[in-house]
C-alpha cells in the first residue's frame, strides 16, 4: 500500500522544515528501527505472538500492553522504557503498514508543550493541507486510559481519512 518514493519525497519535504536534532533523532530512530525492533521482540513478547505488523498483531499486543501499564503512569515508569520503546515503534510500523505514510519527528525545544514535540509520530502521505500525524506513544495513553479492545487499531481512522480528502479534492 505505501510508495516508497511517495513516502521519500514527503520525507524530504519534512526534512526542510526540520531541525538538525530533529533530523539526527528521526535519522538514529529510523536506521535502528529493525534491530530495536527484533529486541524488543526477543526480550518482551511471548512465543507465539504475531509478529507481523498487521492490525490483528495491534489486537494481539493490547492485553500485553495492559497487562504491563495498570495505569498511564507506568507508561513512562523507568523499568518498562525499553519496553515502552518497542511498543511505540511497533505500533507505528504495523499503521505504516496499514495506511500510506512515513515516520516523522519534530524538536519545538524541550520548553514547548504540544503533544507532538519530541514524540515520534506517524504521518499520512498526503500533502501538507490533508496531512494527518498519529503519535503511538499517545495512543498508548489513550489505550491504558480507555482499556478497550480494538482501541490500537482504530488509530488507521485518521490517516485513512486524510487520504480520502486528498483523493477527493483531487491530490
Given at each position: 500500500m505505501?510508495?516508497?518514493g ?5 520525507m524530504?519535504?519534512?526534512r526542510?522544515?526540520?531541525?538538525g536534532?530533529?533530523c539526527a533523532?528521526?535519522d538514529q ?14 526480550a518482551h513478547l511471548?512465543?507465539g ?11 494481539a499486543?493490547?492485553p500485553l500492553?495492559?497487562?504491563r501499564?495498570?495505569?498511564r ?12 520503546s518497542?511498543a ?8 505504516l ?5 512515513r ?39 489513550v489505550l491504558?486510559?480507555d482499556?478497550?479492545?480494538?482501541t ?6 485518521p490517516?485513512?481519512d ?9 491530490d
Amino acid at each position: 500500500m505505501n510508495d516508497p518514493g511517495r513516502t521519500e519525497a514527503y520525507m524530504a519535504e519534512d526534512r526542510a522544515s526540520m531541525t538538525g536534532p530533529a533530523c539526527a533523532f528521526l535519522d538514529q530512530w529510523l536506521a535502528t528501527m529493525d534491530t530495536a525492533l527484533e529486541e524488543w521482540r526477543r526480550a518482551h513478547l511471548p512465543a507465539g505472538f504475531p509478529f507481523d505488523f498487521g492490525l490483528d498483531s495491534l489486537d494481539a499486543l493490547e492485553p500485553l500492553l495492559l497487562s504491563r501499564y495498570p495505569d498511564r503512569a507506568a507508561i513512562d515508569a523507568a523499568p518498562n522504557a525499553d519496553f515502552t520503546s518497542g511498543a511505540v515503534r511497533y505500533i507505528g510500523e504495523a499503521l505504516l503498514r496499514a495506511v500510506p505514510a512515513r515516520w516523522g519527528y519534530e524538536d519545538r525545544g524541550a520548553e514547548n508543550t504540544h503533544p507532538y514535540n519530541r514524540v515520534p509520530v506517524v504521518r499520512s502521505n498526503t500533502p501538507a493541507a490533508f496531512m494527518e500525524a498519529v503519535a503511538p506513544y499517545l495512543t498508548l495513553h489513550v489505550l491504558v486510559r480507555d482499556r478497550g479492545r480494538g482501541t490500537l487499531r482504530q488509530f488507521t481512522g485518521p490517516l485513512l481519512d486524510a487520504h480520502e480528502a486528498a483523493e477527493l479534492a483531487g491530490d
